[in-house]
């Protein structure tokens, strides 16, 4: 028996998804004629209530694109220390397009229209970096699946609303934050001037994200797609993946946040003090470690060992992720393997 907890990145793509992928409908799509890709970005555009969308190979280049049509070289842009586009897009931002970044320090990834605004910078002339963008993650991956509140997020659109700066939500994990709340992604997504979702996180496909935003922005964002390197051909085996995704894996969801909680009450129960139970919001459960003793890297080494797979995000903090390939069974063998191993502390998994 195995569990990969590692992220909800891993999954394959199933019979089904495969057979779509076999039998789309391809075209050109840098002509812009492949039916099958147009299919998916009016379909995720009308999702989260915009008027376009562009499908991209990953969801970092979706998040620089919208980045890039925002803020122009030597602005800035705002978000929390732990969010994506800031912490694991390699400096994309700044590589690739020449903006600089700042950031506030949160509560788990939790976002606070206070924070944004307490960074924002506008009107300043030739003096200071001027802000022109504020970045949201929901669900916050590295904050542990973390829900943003609507109601900050719709301050946060009035205040920077009232200074100029735009708003672009990465979306990886939006899906996620829709089936645990019942919001409507069009809720979520008419907040922002430029969203990013991903089809390859929890959704399942293979590969693929797409950002949607205004015809117009929509347009630019076609041209720098291009430039990035990110122009592909008959893209529409992809898309097709997305398209079966968005009918059969969306629902599904709350299967993982259901077993991601029952995980999470069952370590909470037998070690206390390794999770917060008041974190577990949806896929994804941080595990404190430390109070077992262990170090992060050396506790998914333990694991791994034992057949589960897991993540170190802080020196004595480890991840698990939900996912489509993670049943019941494989449920249950992590809480046995995870439970035990916090219960017998590094040393006597070493000694074992
Ligand atoms: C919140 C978030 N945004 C963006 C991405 C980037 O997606 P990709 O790996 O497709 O570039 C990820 C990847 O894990 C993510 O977790």
Redesign the pocket.
């Given at each position: 028996m195995r569990a990969d907890l590692l992220?909800d990145?891993v999954t394959r793509p199933g019979v089904a998804m495969r057979e779509a992928m076999a039998t789309a409908v391809v075209g050109d799509d840098v002509f812009g004629e492949d039916p099958t890709v147009r299919e998916l970005e009016d379909r995720v555009a009308g999702l989260l209530g915009h008027e376009a969308g562009l499908f991209t190979p990953?969801?970092?280049?979706a998040?620089q694109l919208g980045v890039r049509l925002h803020v122009k070289p030597g602005e800035e842009l705002v978000g929390d220390s732990l969010a994506?586009v800031l912490r694991?897009e390699l400096g994309a931002a700044a590589i690739l397009s020449g903006i600089s970044s700042r950031t506030w320090v949160s509560q788990r990834g939790r976002f606070r229209a206070d924070d944004a605004a307490s960074l924002m910078i506008t009107g300043v002339g030739p003096y200071q970096v001027c802000t022109a963008l504020v970045i949201v993650?929901n669900t916050h991956?590295f904050g542990g699946g973390t829900i943003q509140p609507l109601e900050e997020i719709q301050r946060a659109r009035q205040l920077t609303r009232e200074r100029g700066v735009a708003m672009h939500l990465?979306g990886?994990?939006l899906w996620n934050a829709h089936v645990a709340t019942g919001v409507p992604l069009d809720a979520y997504g008419r907040e922002f001037d430029t969203v990013s979702v991903?089809l390859?996180?929890g959704l399942g496909a293979p590969v693929g994200?797409v950002l949607v935003g205004s015809r117009e922005a929509m347009a630019e964002a076609r041209v720098w797609r291009k430039r990035f390197g990110g122009g592909m051909r008959q893209a529409g085996i992809l898309a097709a993946a997305g398209l079966w995704a968005l009918d059969h894996h969306i629902d599904r969801l709350s299967l993982d946040h259901g077993r991601a909680r029952r995980a999470a009450e069952a370590m909470a129960a037998a070690v206390p003090g390794s999770v917060d139970l008041s974190t577990v919001e949806t896929n994804i459960v941080i595990v404190d470690v430390a109070v077992a003793g262990w170090s992060g890297a050396d506790f998914v080494a333990a694991a791994l060992a034992r057949g589960v797979r897991t993540y170190a995000v802080g020196p004595g903090a480890v991840r698990l992720v939900w996912h489509l390939e993670v049943d019941d069974d494989a449920t249950d063998h992590a809480v046995e393997v995870l439970t035990a191993l916090l219960a017998e502390g590094p040393a006597a998994s070493v000694s074992a």
């Amino acid at each position: 028996m195995r569990a990969d907890l590692l992220s909800d990145t891993v999954t394959r793509p199933g019979v089904a998804m495969r057979e779509a992928m076999a039998t789309a409908v391809v075209g050109d799509d840098v002509f812009g004629e492949d039916p099958t890709v147009r299919e998916l970005e009016d379909r995720v555009a009308g999702l989260l209530g915009h008027e376009a969308g562009l499908f991209t190979p990953t969801g970092s280049m979706a998040n620089q694109l919208g980045v890039r049509l925002h803020v122009k070289p030597g602005e800035e842009l705002v978000g929390d220390s732990l969010a994506h586009v800031l912490r694991a897009e390699l400096g994309a931002a700044a590589i690739l397009s020449g903006i600089s970044s700042r950031t506030w320090v949160s509560q788990r990834g939790r976002f606070r229209a206070d924070d944004a605004a307490s960074l924002m910078i506008t009107g300043v002339g030739p003096y200071q970096v001027c802000t022109a963008l504020v970045i949201v993650e929901n669900t916050h991956n590295f904050g542990g699946g973390t829900i943003q509140p609507l109601e900050e997020i719709q301050r946060a659109r009035q205040l920077t609303r009232e200074r100029g700066v735009a708003m672009h939500l990465d979306g990886a994990r939006l899906w996620n934050a829709h089936v645990a709340t019942g919001v409507p992604l069009d809720a979520y997504g008419r907040e922002f001037d430029t969203v990013s979702v991903c089809l390859s996180k929890g959704l399942g496909a293979p590969v693929g994200s797409v950002l949607v935003g205004s015809r117009e922005a929509m347009a630019e964002a076609r041209v720098w797609r291009k430039r990035f390197g990110g122009g592909m051909r008959q893209a529409g085996i992809l898309a097709a993946a997305g398209l079966w995704a968005l009918d059969h894996h969306i629902d599904r969801l709350s299967l993982d946040h259901g077993r991601a909680r029952r995980a999470a009450e069952a370590m909470a129960a037998a070690v206390p003090g390794s999770v917060d139970l008041s974190t577990v919001e949806t896929n994804i459960v941080i595990v404190d470690v430390a109070v077992a003793g262990w170090s992060g890297a050396d506790f998914v080494a333990a694991a791994l060992a034992r057949g589960v797979r897991t993540y170190a995000v802080g020196p004595g903090a480890v991840r698990l992720v939900w996912h489509l390939e993670v049943d019941d069974d494989a449920t249950d063998h992590a809480v046995e393997v995870l439970t035990a191993l916090l219960a017998e502390g590094p040393a006597a998994s070493v000694s074992a």
